[in-house]
């Protein structure tokens, strides 16, 4: 399918405001990721929930920031909970404000999005760590929120994507907490030199490419050996057997789109329930960033009916 206008007037609009994406180049990654967060807008109005609250939960090298939207409930609802994107080294919950809320109030559930810890300063493990903590405080202690800590989803966006499988890895290698579902969209899973042909067919020009993976994977691997860790890289696991069943979306036009169809094509052959949906026409970003896209509020309702059923 050709790119959807409505992407190439995005696309247009951010080469003429000097925006493409986040781009690595002369400046350091606090300072992409300063320029990143100053260039999230957001609407006004935003979607209303019940309630918006911030948390400071207990994790490996310090307190997590947690924020919690509830939707409108008599009682403990489902929690699916929400790591952003930003190759493990930008970003943070406001990234996925839109999204949070829509799914939020779509899917019945309370959306716990996790502000980890960020690479260079902290590279890999300690953001899955810090998932995997935020999770195991949720499943233990969440009923003080007002959660229902026994129907537990995890989710993500591009890294996002990759910490919620990982949290799903760990919690089946360390015997809990149960996991019910997990939702990737566009989810890094491989290696930009693992030879996938999107890695070459939308390697620039459509937003987030494929020197910018390069950059983020620099960040967070400080250790060459850690790109054979399967928690950095799912692609690398032997064993998928017992994973939680899988929602993977992808978008045509995106360098990480062969990786995340070639992971949801191995958890259906190790006999993990999946559905995979490629978002034909679509960049990197289409779920939490670009929200202005039609296909954004499509993706969220497709993840909301997926939390509906699998939460149920």
């Not at 000097?18 to 400046?27: N, R, S, T």
């Not at 979607?47 to 008599?74: C, F, M, N």
């Not at 999204?99 to 996790?114: L, Y």
């Not at 890695?199 to 459509?206: F, K, L, V, W």
């Amino acid at each position: 399918m050709t790119l959807d206008p409505a992407v190439q007037t995005l696309l247009d609009g951010m080469a003429t405001a000097g925006a493409a994406a986040p781009q690595p180049g002369p400046v350091s990654a606090p300072e992409m990721r300063a320029a990143f967060a100053a260039n999230i807008t957001l609407p006004d109005p935003l979607e209303p929930v019940a309630s918006v609250t911030e948390h400071q939960l207990p994790g490996p090298a310090g307190d997590i920031k947690v924020r919690v939207y509830l939707p409108e409930s008599t009682g403990p609802v489902p929690v699916f909970v929400w790591f952003h994107g930003g190759g493990w080294t930008i970003g943070s919950a406001d990234e996925n404000e839109v999204a949070s809320r829509a799914v939020c109030n779509a899917a019945g559930v309370a959306v716990v999005a996790v502000d980890y810890r960020l690479a260079p300063e902290n590279p890999f493990p300690a953001a899955p760590d810090d998932c995997y903590a935020a999770v195991s405080w949720i499943a233990r202690e969440g009923s003080g929120l007002g959660l229902d800590s026994s129907r537990i989803a995890v989710g993500g966006e591009s890294a996002g994507g990759n910490l919620a499988t990982v949290v799903c890895l760990m919690a089946r290698d360390r015997g809990g907490p149960r996991i019910r579902a997990q939702v990737s969209v566009c989810p890094v899973y491989g290696h930009p030199d693992d030879g996938y042909p999107s890695y070459t067919s939308c390697a620039s020009g459509y937003g987030m490419g494929a020197d910018a993976m390069r950059f983020f994977f620099e960040q967070y691997a400080a250790d060459p050996a850690d790109l054979d860790h399967p928690y950095l890289l799912p692609l690398r696991a032997a064993n998928l057997d017992a994973l939680p069943p899988a929602l993977v979306m992808t978008a045509e036009y995106d360098v990480l789109r062969d990786e995340g169809e070639e992971f949801a094509r191995r958890l259906e052959r190790a006999g993990v329930p999946v559905e995979l949906s490629r978002y034909d026409g679509q960049i990197h970003g289409y779920y939490g960033l670009y929200t202005q896209l039609p296909a954004s509020a499509r993706s969220h309702s497709q993840a909301a009916a997926f939390l509906r059923r699998q939460l149920a």
